[in-house]
C-alpha cells in the first residue's frame, strides 16, 4: 500500500482534489441511476419508487423492495445531504 501524500496548498493540487471528488459524486449518481434500472428491470413500477430515508419511520414497512436505501430494496447506502455526499466521497 503506498504511503499517502502529503497534503498540498497548491492550486494544481487543489483542482486535482476537486476533480476526483466531481469524478466520484458523478460515479454515485451513476451508480443510483443504475439501482434504479435494476429495480425497474426486477418488476418494480417507476411510480412506486421511494427515496424515503432510513430515519423515518415507514422505513422498514412493507413493501420494501421499491425504497431505493433499504437493504430489501436498492440498498443504496443513505447520505443525508450534498455535504454528506461529498464528505463520504473525499473519504
Keep these: 500500500m503506498p504511503f499517502p ?3 498540498s496548498s497548491s492550486p494544481a493540487s487543489a483542482t486535482s482534489s476537486s476533480a476526483t471528488r466531481n469524478s466520484r459524486l458523478q460515479d454515485y449518481v451513476a ?3 443504475g439501482v434504479v434500472n435494476h429495480m425497474v428491470a426486477n418488476d418494480v413500477d417507476p ?3 421511494s427515496d424515503i430515508n432510513p430515519s423515518n419511520g415507514a422505513f422498514n414497512t412493507a413493501p420494501n423492495q421499491q ?3 433499504h437493504p430489501y430494496g436498492g ?3 443513505y447520505m443525508s445531504s450534498v455535504g454528506t455526499v461529498a464528505s463520504n466521497i473525499a473519504s
Design 5 to 7: 501524500r502529503p497534503a
Design 31 to 33: 451508480a443510483l441511476g
Design 47 to 49: 411510480g412506486t419508487i
Design 67 to 69: 425504497k431505493i436505501f
Design 75 to 77: 440498498g443504496v447506502n
